[in-house]
T-cell receptor, first 113, second 110 residues
Framework: EPEVTQTPSHQVTQMGQEVILRCVPISNHLYFYWYRQILGQKVEFLVSFYNNEISEKSEIFDDQFSVERPDGSNFTLKIRSTKLEDSAMYFC???????????FGPGTRLTVT | GEDVEQSLFLSVREGDSSVINCTYTDSSSTYLYWYKQEPGAGLQLLTYIFSNMDMKQDQRLTVLLNKKDKHLSLRIADTQTGDSAIYFCAESTGNTPLVFGKGTRLSVIA
């Protein structure tokens, strides 16, 4: 069964460093998302991406964040200068052409020290 | 803005039924979902229901929707220890971002 994959599974970085989180959505899906979950809290929407551009973003998704689809398969989230409060689990999701079933990847745990 | 509320904890005995409840505020919600998250793992889509449905059954899972009260429930029949996890209710209007509740931690006692 096709699945969303994410790498790395765990990333440790120092405050102020740039990180890139990678996702490979399911191949025939059209919409891509990033969410984050701070430990013990609810899953929060960051950004959605469709037709090679951002379609929606939340207040959390400030100038420190960017997304890219550099080729036909990868979807990346970049955090330019990480802060302690960026420590969270980051989930990528994609949605199929029926546009109602969002499938999530296993997540990348980002720890900022 | 949109909000989704869930009770935080539920404890049941193995073999009993579990009922996890959720309320939402967005009356334009078209799709309502249940996701399962096991410790340290990602979000697994369990089931979903369209807002024009009252009930959906999928093996041991039954979803009930009361659109008037904006109340959604997930019933797990014959609950097993493997069902222990956090269950998230979420809503959207289709390809819009999901709005999640805080999750209900289900503990199954053997």
């Amino acid at each position: 069964e096709p699945e969303v994959t994410q790498t790395p599974s765990h990333q440790v970085t120092q405050m102020g460093q740039e990180v890139i989180l990678r996702c490979v959505p399911i191949s025939n899906h059209l919409y891509f998302y990033w969410y984050r979950q701070i430990l013990g809290q609810k899953v929060e929407f960051l950004v959605s991406f469709y037709n090679n551009e951002i379609s929606e973003k939340s207040e959390i998704f400030d100038d420190q964040f960017s997304v890219e689809r550099p080729d036909g398969s990868n979807f990346t989230l970049k955090i330019r200068s990480t802060k302690l409060e960026d420590s969270a689990m980051y989930f990528c999701a994609s949605i199929d052409d029926r546009a109602y079933e969002q499938y999530f990847g296993p997540g990348t745990r980002l720890t900022v020290t | 803005g949109e909000d989704v509320e869930q009770s935080l904890f539920l404890s049941v005995r193995e073999g009993d039924s579990s009922v996890i409840n959720c309320t939402y505020t967005d009356s334009s919600s078209t799709y309502l979902y249940w996701y399962k998250q096991e410790p340290g793992a990602g979000l697994q889509l369990l089931t979903y229901i369209f807002s024009n449905m009252d009930m959906k059954q999928d093996q041991r899972l039954t979803v009930l929707l009361n659109k008037k009260d904006k109340h959604l429930s997930l019933r797990i029949a014959d609950t097993q220890t493997g069902d222990s996890a956090i269950y998230f209710c979420a809503e959207s209007t289709g390809n819009t971002p999901l709005v999640f509740g805080k999750g209900t931690r289900l503990s199954v006692i053997a």
